[in-house]
């Protein structure tokens, strides 16, 4: 239970930290809670089921507030807080933000919620944690965005709010098939027929299409990850992303495995469009935060069309990828806010040269961007190897189209690379990269790498939990 | 120690060079940082030439599992038979003497220790290419060599005027590579499919001998797939725009890169799947025309260039078209042969250019060159030899290989072999037109240039003798039978046919005597010829090549590159910009956000319209509160 | 003695339109009125009429319970009337005027 309260108390201290020492003892927090999720890890049986917390009193609204983890829950922890102590330290040198105090407890709520999701066996406690997990992130965009971002923010809030709300409703719709139990077990064991299953994973399709987000519902990403701050865009992209993709895998397949075959294509379609249109559209943008923007929709639309192939390698490479595009997001948005803090703008056009004046940077530059393109060696390679693998093995030509990715990757990946660093010694100064920057940076390859070569880790601890919910699709799919 | 544990070794030591140059190489003299790469180079090629002698069978050497999930298990694990080993030798031999002459070449340069880190890294991924026991590792090296040869290519980034441009054509070499990448993920994904398996040795062991076939479509689909792949890193038709361009990268890096190791990748990994394509003869005839077209291309191209290192470029992608026309008639052993020779004369050749470039203080252009004999003796001397071995002249190393091609060539179909014959005559030609121009009529740069050529440091030009010597004698590897009625012939046939899977198993038909003595002496009557015409043509009448605007319509059509590129940008580049400029505005910003934007509007809309009932008047808000209760009164009243 | 009430000759009917007329009376004032201190005696004018009517139905089911409510509407009646008189007095020394014609404050 320590593993869920730590973030919420850190969240409530962080308030009362006197200013100087904020920024430390955030850190010191979230590395206390990478801590915590280590010694779960370490007395973690592969395939066991480890329960947190759970009661069986029938109290408002009948929750019975079970939690716990099992291979998948507890990969998603670590990562979530992985990725926080990441992005802290990411912004520990951005003063005005790392010492904000409402800006720490911002992110530890955001932790909170994100773990809550991730340990929920009760599809209430999911929702509730899910719309959780928005304040922080809306709060945090809101406070220390760019000048004009109220109208974007608006349509971000409106957007995921109406998709949430369709999820609440397939929620409702499902609670009336039990005797209103929202245990996960009780919700996986019903048996509904196809039209049922249908309108119940519209509501969750929505609510976790919006959040990923899949092709046609995309619009407010790109807008909102250039306005917010670092740390919010980082928080989207690195976090609230996987925390929909988590959800179709454990609650929408599981739930409604009887429609499967009815959204199976749409799914994959949306994802293949997704990823060659939104790689096209980031070859010629020229706002680095946007065509990483984009390139994240890419991404993640071969994660989304992978899921939807039931089998072991797909549902493990959409996890590897998922734990990998939460590392280079976090590291290609670093890149580009180091470029912005330091100049003031993300134009590429008006950049160029930055590889002379700081070579460290260009380094360290270039290997995100080598792991955002998934070259072998990197955890990214593994994630799309199983993917495009198990997608051309279920449809050759979508497997293949969707490979497209491949080489779309390198297109706007090294344009936006080049265009920034590479060229002439300009006249402008550029600091190379501090201290706790490299870092930062190092902990992202460093764990990108080793995923890369050896990613058996990852596999060995998500493949049994991966199994019983591929079991427990397949037995009610066919 | 056992072979099993020399093969990590022979690996690991280029990745230690590449690690300290890395980290601490901004600190060490240059000369340090040097001579560790190149160290560190040798002792694998010392490694490799100890396990070479000691192979018997093949070698797997287990390093760990890397994935292994229900239905798929790939490990790294390393594999040595005579065909990687002999790939090895090439790669760390002429790697070494690559890395000497880096040592001088790029002296002055201010990113040494980046350079020589990124060359061993080359050589680890090029051996985890040749040495993986896989085709998933095979598939880990041929990215690995991408991702090098664009950090070589565009090593010259931050350059005042080329920097940009450099970058662009890293980037074009790494986009079109993994063009063929991905055809070659395909051609793996179908073998998981057809045999459940990547491993070199159980796939050879289902085809061979326990005669398990994929159909004939399916076997045609992963061969071409295969070949894709081949397309993309051995620049073949229609992937082979990228190399030309890749000369921007520094000389030592195409000579290594882009012309002896590296871009035979394609060639090794049809060799190492041999017994898939003997099965799929549809994709050896597609092979075949595929390397006769790009020979033959290339060649045209190569005749009017200036550029002394795109000469050279074109000069490789044709003797690579050269090599695929004998993987097509399926002479495996005759296209390792020529890869070999072809590693020693071209690397060579482009050594050779590396030194004049850097005795012309930079100057690449040709027409600027001249007179340079005497200036620059030991350079000029070798790269004559280069050139000859290149055009085939007698008894040099690139007559027998290129003799073996038109042998097999001339065995299945005269069409081919007239057409092969262009392309070699054609390639004489470029290459006498080459040597000559710059070596022999006047220096024609400015005098202050003139002043400063000098011949290299003895690092740059040894190098350059040991290839010379190589390129001279290459041919001995594998002597026709007429030469040596005995055991000292088809030396490099015997071995590799000794224990690479699936090569004993292919009989070619080899020429008989008469024909192979004909067909050498048509060899050699056209090496000859145009020797003697480029002579004449270039040294007795000094014959300079005129400027762009003067060039005839086929010279215009040669010099400007058959007008490939601006072909693939009206095909691929501008549709997709045209693509992406729609998304954009019009999909992205105008369709899907107007949606959203609509759904605002409509809700606005309408509250516009019921807003003027609220007219602040009591009086008549109590109106509409009477009609409403007579509405209800009557509703209910009619409802009884 | 159906349709009668007690110790009356007067049957319940009249008592029924003369409250329906009163009623109406009342709610045209105020719709059609623009003097506020008339709309207000339009109001009681309802109130009464309903009051009437209260009694009159009390009577004719010989049950009391109608007749207290007649006390809480009235005790209601002059509250509002109180209420209603006192917001007159001080828009009439807001705007110097009572005509419900001129305030459209509701509107914004």
Redesign the interface.
């Known amino acids: 239970m320590e593993l869920l309260i730590l973030p919420l108390a850190l969240s409530l201290v962080s308030l009362i930290i006197p200013k100087s020492t904020r920024r430390f003892a955030a850190l010191l927090g979230a590395l206390a809670s990478i801590v915590i999720a280590v010694v779960h890890l370490t007395s973690f049986h592969a395939g066991a089921f480890v329960e947190l917390f759970s009661s069986n009193h029938q109290t408002f609204f009948r929750m019975t507030y079970q939690m716990g983890y099992d291979g998948l829950g507890l990969a998603m922890i670590l990562l979530t807080n992985v990725i926080v102590f990441v992005i802290l330290l990411a912004n520990f040198e951005n003063v005005n933000i790392a010492s904000n105090k409402m800006f720490n407890s911002m992110v530890f709520l955001m932790q909170f919620a994100l773990l809550g999701v991730f340990t929920s066996f009760d599809l209430i406690l999911f929702y509730i944690f899910w719309e959780l997990s928005l304040i922080p992130v809306f709060l945090i965009a809101f406070w220390f965005g760019e000048k004009d971002r109220k109208r974007t923010l608006l349509?971000f809030f409106i957007?995921t709010f109406i998709g949430s709300l369709a999820m609440l409703f397939s929620i409702f719709y499902i609670g009336t098939l039990t005797t209103g139990n929202y245990d996960y077990q009780t919700l996986v064991d019903i048996e509904m027929n196809t039209k049922t299953a249908l309108v119940v994973c519209m509501g969750f399709f929505f609510a976790f299409a919006v959040k990923i987000p899949l092709f046609?519902f995309?619009?407010?990403q790109?807008e909102t990850y250039t306005k917010s701050p670092m740390a919010g865009t980082m928080l989207l992209s690195g976090l609230m992303l996987k925390m929909a993709l988590f959800g179709i895998l454990r609650w929408m397949l599981p739930l409604t495995p009887e429609a499967y075959h009815c959204y199976k294509y749409v799914i994959i379609v949306l994802g293949l469009i997704g990823v060659i249109?939104a790689a096209?559209?980031a070859?010629?943008?020229n706002d680095l935060k946007k065509i990483f923007a984009y390139a994240s929709i890419s991404h993640v639309g071969l994660i989304a069309a992978g899921l939807m192939i039931l089998s072991?390698?797909a549902f493990?490479g959409a996890v590897v990828q998922m734990v990998n595009h939460a590392f280079v997001a976090v590291g290609l948005f670093l890149a580009a806010d180091i470029i912005d803090r330091r100049l003031g703008r993300r134009d590429i056009q008006t950049l160029?040269?930055i590889?002379?004046k700081a070579p460290k940077f260009a380094f360290w530059f270039a290997v995100i961007c080598?792991a955002a393109v998934s070259?072998?060696?990197t955890s990214g390679?593994?994630g799309e190897?199983?993917l495009?693998?198990e997608l051309?093995?279920d449809n050759a030509w979508i497997?293949?189209l969707i490979?497209?990715t491949?080489?779309l990757a390198?297109?706007y990946t090294?344009?936006a690379y080049?265009?920034s660093?590479?060229?002439?010694?300009s006249s402008f100064n550029f600091n190379d990269l501090t201290i706790t920057e490299i870092i930062t940076f190092a902990i992202i390859s460093i764990i990108v790498v080793v995923f890369g070569?050896?990613?058996?880790l990852l596999?060995d601890l998500v493949?049994p939990s991966l199994e019983t919910i591929l079991m427990t699709i397949k037995e009610s799919s066919i | 120690m056992s072979i099993q544990q020399l093969l990590p070794l022979l690996l690991l030591f280029p990745l230690i060079g590449a690690f300290i140059n890395g980290t601490a190489g901004k600190k060490l003299p240059k000369i340090v940082a040097g001579s560790l790469a190149t160290l560190m180079t040798f002792v694998s090629f010392l490694i490799a030439l100890t396990i070479f002698l000691n192979l018997d069978q093949p070698v797997r050497s287990l390093l760990f599992t890397m994935i292994d999930i229900d239905s798929l298990h790939l490990d790294a694990a390393l594999y040595a038979d005579n065909l990687s080993m002999w790939m090895t030798l090439i790669i760390t031999g002429v790697g070494s003497l690559i890395h000497l002459f880096s040592m001088g070449y790029m002296s002055h340069d201010k990113g040494y220790y980046k350079f020589f880190t990124y060359l061993n890294l080359f050589i680890f991924s090029m051996l985890i290419l040749v040495l993986g026991s896989n085709y998933f590792m095979l598939f880990f090296g041929w990215e690995g060599v991408g991702i090098c040869s664009y950090l070589l290519i565009g090593f010259h980034y931050d350059d005042e005027q080329k920097g940009l441009l450099n970058g662009l054509a890293a980037r074009k070499a790494f986009i079109m590579n993994r063009i063929g990448d991905l055809g070659l993920l395909i051609g793996l994904f179908l073998m998981l499919l057809s045999f459940g398996t990547l491993e070199y040795e159980q796939v050879s062991r289902m085809v061979l001998v326990d005669k398990i076939l994929p159909n004939g479509n399916m076997l045609f689909a992963i061969t071409i797939c295969l070949f894709i792949g081949a397309t993309g890193k051995s620049a073949q038709i229609p992937l082979f725009t990228w190399l030309p361009d890749a000369m921007a990268g520094p000389t030592p890096v195409s000579a290594l890169i882009h012309a002896a190791t590296m871009v035979t990748a394609g060639i090794f990994l049809v060799v190492r799947s041999n017994y898939l394509f003997h099965y799929a003869p549809f994709t050896r005839e597609i092979i075949l025309y595929i390397g006769l077209a790009t020979s033959i291309v290339a060649a045209f191209i190569a005749l009017r260039q200036n550029d002394i290192k795109k000469v050279l470029a074109y000069s490789t992608v044709s003797q690579l078209g050269l090599i695929f026309v004998a993987l097509g008639l399926e002479a495996y052993t005759t296209a390792i042969f020529h890869v070999t020779t072809h590693a020693f004369f071209k690397a060579l050749l482009f050594l050779g250019s590396g030194s004049v470039i850097h005795a012309m203080s930079g100057e690449q252009d040709i027409r600027k060159m001249g007179g340079l004999k005497d200036k620059i003796r030991i350079t000029h001397i070798t790269f004559l030899i280069g050139t000859l071995a290149i055009s085939g002249f007698p008894l040099f190393s690139g007559f027998y290989s290129k003799d073996e091609i038109l042998g097999y060539a001339f065995g299945h179909s005269l069409t081919i072999y007239i057409l092969l014959v262009i392309s070699v005559t054609m390639t004489a030609i470029y290459m006498f037109r080459l040597y000559f121009v710059v070596f022999h009529g006047t220096f024609r740069d400015s005098k202050d240039v003139e002043h400063h050529v000098h011949e290299s440091p003895l690092s740059m030009t040894l190098p350059l003798m040991v290839l010379a010597v190589l390129s001279v004698i290459g041919g001995v590897l594998n002597l026709p039978g007429i030469f040596l009625h005995g055991s000292g012939t088809h030396f490099l046939n015997n071995l590799l046919n000794k224990n690479v899977a699936g090569l004993d198993q292919i009989h070619n038909v080899h020429p008989d005597h008469t024909t192979t003595l004909i067909l050498m002496g048509v060899a050699v009557a056209i090496c000859l010829t145009t020797l003697f015409i480029s002579s004449i043509v270039y040294k007795k009448k000094g014959s300079v090549p005129s400027e762009d605007a003067q060039l005839s319509a086929w010279e215009t059509f040669s010099n400007k590159k058959m007008y490939w590129d601006e072909l693939y940008d009206i095909l691929f580049v501008k549709p997709i910009e045209w693509f992406s400029k729609v998304f954009y505005t019009i999909v992205d910003s105008f369709i899907l956000s107007g949606i959203i934007e609509g759904v605002v509007r409509t809700v606005a809309f309408s509250g516009d319209i019921v807003r003027k009932w609220q007219t602040g008047k009591v009086n008549s808000y109590i109106l509409w509160m009477v009609f409403g209760i007579i509405g209800f009164i009557t509703y209910y009243l009619i409802k009884l | 003695m159906e349709g009668t009430l007690l110790n009356s000759g007067v049957s319940l009917q009249f008592y029924i339109i003369l409250a329906t007329i009163i009623f109406c009376i009342g709610v045209l004032g105020v719709m059609i009125r623009r003097n506020a201190i008339i709309i207000l005696m339009c109001v009681e004018l309802m109130l009464n009429a309903v009051n009437l009517l209260m009694v009159a139905f009390s009577n004719y089911h010989g049950k009391g319970d109608g007749q207290i409510f007649v006390f809480f509407i009235m005790v209601v009646a002059a509250a509002e009337a109180t209420v209603g008189l006192s917001i007159l007095v001080l828009l009439y020394r807001n705007r110097k005027t009572v005509d419900i014609g001129l305030f459209n404050k509701l509107k914004d």
């Open positions: 349509i957007y046609p995309h619009t407010w790109p249109y096209v559209i070859m010629k943008q072991i390698d493990t160029g040269g590889a002379v080598f070259v072998p060696l390679f593994i190897f199983l495009i693998k051309f093995t497997g293949v490979g497209t491949l080489i390198c297109v090294f344009r080049q265009l660093m590479y060229g002439k010694e070569i050896y990613p058996q596999i493949k």
